[in-house]
């Protein structure tokens, strides 16, 4: 059985239809990529696959439950972290994987957690004083703490130097690496044939193509990925 499954999703806010009649499957262990150009659709599809946004069509299943019947448990299952994440100024580190830790009935170790993840020399830092690539390495922690066995992570690299992109690159591998199903969110198509081993690439709220990266660019007839991609969208920007 797929962990996540979706079939014909819909969601509407007011006259504008965001996704239009999406259907996908990802696989255990997968790092999925949802690529597309902005306001495509792709973070309400997260949103309703995580349980954080009820859809108006469609039936959807994340690790056998019901995003919206199911919340709570399925809450308790995946990790997330939105493009819009953020916290407030003062808080510090380790005070952030502290709280987060205690909203999970079956957490990691939160220290263990920030000693995994390089953040131990900064446990005592307020948010506000982290690089980019430092706020990036927290917001994956904390989608990590509470054991997931799948994490939601939407344009995770979006405004990061190339140095820091590159090394979150290194982390979302990791995650695999501890059998944890990725579904990466980017418009970065160096990123998306770096990491993910399949991509539907979304566009006006549907599936326009699907497939791993040498698919895609099959499907694009071109000669890499960000080509394809501007053929499979009609060469809209992201």
């Not at 999703?9 to 990529?33: H, M, T």
């Not at 019947?69 to 100024?89: F, H, I, M, N």
């Not at 205690?102 to 957490?107: Q, R, T, V």
Request: proline share 3%; aromatic share 6%.
């Amino acid at each position: 059985m797929p962990v996540i499954e979706i079939d014909g999703l819909s969601k509407n806010y007011k006259a504008r239809k965001a996704v239009d009649g999406v259907s996908l499957k990802v696989e255990q262990g997968e790092i999925f990529g949802i690529a597309g150009p902005n306001g495509a659709g792709k973070t309400t599809i997260v949103e309703c696959a995580s349980g954080l946004r009820r859809r108006d069509g469609g039936t959807l299943r994340v690790l056998g439950l019901d995003p919206q019947s199911d919340r709570r448990t399925l809450l308790q299952r995946v990790g997330v972290q939105l493009q819009e994440a953020a916290l407030p100024d003062a808080i510090k580190v380790g005070e952030a994987l502290r709280m987060y830790a205690s909203l999970y009935d079956n957490p990691g170790n939160w220290r263990e957690l920030m000693d995994e993840w390089g953040l131990a020399d900064k446990e005592r830092t307020g948010f506000a004083a982290l690089s980019g690539g430092w706020k990036q390495r927290l917001f994956i922690a904390l989608a990590l703490v509470g054991n997931p066995e799948v994490v939601f992570l939407d344009e995770l690299t979006t405004g990061l130097d190339p140095s820091a992109r590159r090394m979150t690159w290194g982390l979302i591998r990791t995650m695999r690496e501890r059998g944890v199903t990725v579904v990466l969110v980017t418009h970065f198509m160096d990123e998306a044939e770096a990491l993910c081993d399949r991509i539907a690439i979304i566009d006006h709220g549907r599936v326009v193509a699907e497939g791993s990266p040498r698919e895609l660019i099959t499907e694009g007839r071109s000669d890499s990925l960000e080509d394809a991609y501007f053929a499979l969208t009609g060469g809209e920007v992201a």
